[in-house]
């Protein structure tokens, strides 16, 4: 007889998969010692905990738990599935229990946020939502910009690279050779993603490190690598800045509150590709970017004036192709349709003088 097994709930329901038919075996989940024992259903199975990957919150609902063999638990009680692994394996710094205080910070900022907006909307909003993009896990980051990339690949934004692998080396290698002349630790997680599309010469950044670049500008600038390292730098910076995220969270911030009085956060997720596709990166963010992008080619020896070159080739009208400045589908957070101003012309011409 203990306290606890008074208070806390010893069992939970779940589904069983074993990984190799769609059956599901109906069993019942318990922990004893450090083990997890999993019974039912021609099932009698125990798993050290120290093996078990705890489920993040994936989808407001069911809980997922795979095992090391290809087997998996399914469990659609989420609320009696986290009140029992709080419980019963709850000792362990579980990551359930840490993303979960993660996402209570994250609701208080939120409805902090609500106050901000009713303060000063153009003031403060971005400043609040860079504080609140610093409480977000990277795993937000990664899911939502999967979740956009999957959204633009269905739309038929774009299709397969048209690129040879050696092209697309040949990108890849002379880029993470230019990273990696910034000093350690500066530069974020990427991955370089390449596609055709029907947005022409382009090349935008997604939450989570997916930077894709059309065959279209590789084309238009002949593969020239200083250009490239140019652009994909300012790319880069986007993601260092988090950018996608502050833009995201600033342009739903009201229905993010929303959401965090429902405890719902599905309404935001479902918006995302709507946002990414109306909302556009503000002077601020597109000139830090535009910084980054200057102290990469400085730290590889390329002047920045190719890029001032390069915005002049992209405004001009391709033959064959629709004119840069009406693409059929707008998707602002790329280069070619923030506005290639003189504004920023100037920056990198002043840049490429001022050595
Ligand atoms: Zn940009």
Same mark, same amino acid.
């Given at each position: 007889?203990?306290?606890?097994?008074? /208070?806390?709930?010893?069992?939970?329901?779940?589904?069983?998969?074993?990984?190799?038919?769609?059956?599901?075996?109906?069993?019942?989940?318990?922990?004893?010692?450090?083990?997890?024992?999993? #019974?039912?259903?021609?099932?009698?199975? +125990?798993?050290?905990?120290?093996?078990?990957?705890?489920?993040?919150?994936?989808?407001?609902?069911?809980?997922?738990?795979?095992?090391?063999?290809?087997?998996?638990?399914?469990?659609?009680? +989420?609320?009696?599935?986290?009140?029992? *692994?709080?419980?019963?394996?709850?000792?362990?710094?579980?990551?359930?229990?840490?993303? &979960? &205080?993660?996402?209570?910070?994250?609701?208080?900022?939120?409805?902090?946020?609500?106050?901000?907006?009713?303060?000063?909307?153009?003031?403060?909003?971005?400043?609040?939502?860079?504080?609140?993009?610093?409480?977000?896990?990277?795993?937000?980051?990664?899911?939502?910009?999967? $979740?956009?990339? *999957?959204?633009?690949?269905?739309?038929?934004?774009?299709? %397969?690279?048209?690129?040879?692998?050696?092209?697309?080396?040949?990108?890849?290698?002379? @880029?993470?050779?230019?990273? +990696?002349?910034?000093?350690? !630790?500066?530069?974020?997680?990427?991955?370089?993603?390449?596609? &055709?599309? /029907?947005?022409? %010469?382009?090349? @935008?950044?997604?939450?989570?490190?997916?930077?894709?670049?059309?065959? #279209?500008?590789?084309?238009?600038?002949?593969?020239?690598?200083?250009?490239?390292?140019?652009?994909? !730098?300012?790319?880069?910076?986007?993601?260092?800045?988090?950018?996608?995220?502050?833009?995201?969270?600033?342009?739903?911030?009201?229905? $993010?509150?929303?959401?965090?009085?429902?405890?719902?956060?599905?309404?935001?997720?479902?918006?995302?590709?709507?946002?990414?596709?109306?909302?556009?990166?503000?002077?601020? @963010?597109?000139? #830090?970017?535009?910084?980054? *992008?200057?102290?990469?080619?400085?730290?590889?020896?390329? +002047?920045?004036?190719?890029? $001032? /070159?390069?915005?002049?080739?992209?405004? &001009?009208?391709? %033959?064959?192709?629709?004119?840069?400045?009406?693409?059929?589908?707008?998707?602002?957070?790329?280069?070619?349709?923030?506005?290639?101003?003189?504004?920023?012309?100037?920056?990198? #011409?002043?840049?490429?003088?001022?050595?």
């Amino acid at each position: 007889m203990t306290d606890s097994s008074a /208070t806390a709930p010893i069992e939970v329901a779940a589904e069983y998969f074993d990984g190799r038919s769609a059956r599901a075996h109906a069993v019942r989940l318990r922990v004893a010692g450090d083990r997890l024992l999993i #019974e039912g259903d021609h099932v009698h199975r +125990s798993e050290p905990l120290a093996t078990l990957q705890w489920p993040e919150r994936t989808r407001h609902g069911a809980r997922l738990l795979h095992l090391a063999d290809g087997g998996s638990l399914h469990c659609r009680d +989420s609320l009696g599935w986290d009140t029992w *692994s709080h419980a019963a394996a709850g000792r362990r710094d579980s990551v359930v229990v840490r993303v &979960q &205080q993660r996402w209570k910070w994250v609701l208080v900022s939120l409805l902090v946020l609500v106050g901000v907006v009713a303060l000063g909307y153009d003031h403060l909003l971005p400043l609040a939502a860079r504080g609140v993009v610093a409480l977000l896990p990277a795993s937000a980051d990664e899911a939502l910009g999967e $979740a956009a990339l *999957s959204s633009i690949d269905g739309a038929g934004i774009t299709k %397969p690279t048209t690129l040879s692998v050696a092209q697309q080396d040949a990108v890849r290698v002379a @880029f993470a050779q230019a990273v +990696s002349r910034l000093p350690a !630790g500066d530069a974020p997680a990427y991955r370089l993603e390449f596609r &055709q599309s /029907t947005i022409g %010469p382009n090349a @935008f950044a997604l939450p989570g490190g997916a930077m894709v670049l059309t065959d #279209e500008l590789y084309k238009l600038v002949d593969g020239d690598r200083d250009i490239l390292v140019g652009v994909l !730098g300012h790319e880069l910076g986007h993601l260092r800045h988090r950018h996608g995220m502050r833009m995201l969270v600033q342009a739903g911030v009201l229905s $993010a509150a929303a959401g965090a009085l429902y405890g719902d956060f599905s309404t935001l997720f479902s918006q995302i590709p709507v946002l990414l596709g109306q909302a556009s990166y503000s002077r601020g @963010f597109e000139h #830090e970017a535009d910084v980054d *992008s200057v102290r990469l080619m400085k730290a590889n020896g390329i +002047s920045p004036a190719v890029m $001032a /070159t390069f915005f002049v080739k992209v405004r &001009q009208p391709r %033959p064959g192709a629709k004119a840069a400045s009406a693409p059929e589908v707008r998707l602002p957070i790329a280069l070619a349709s923030h506005p290639a101003d003189e504004e920023r012309i100037r920056f990198f #011409e002043d840049a490429a003088r001022d050595r």
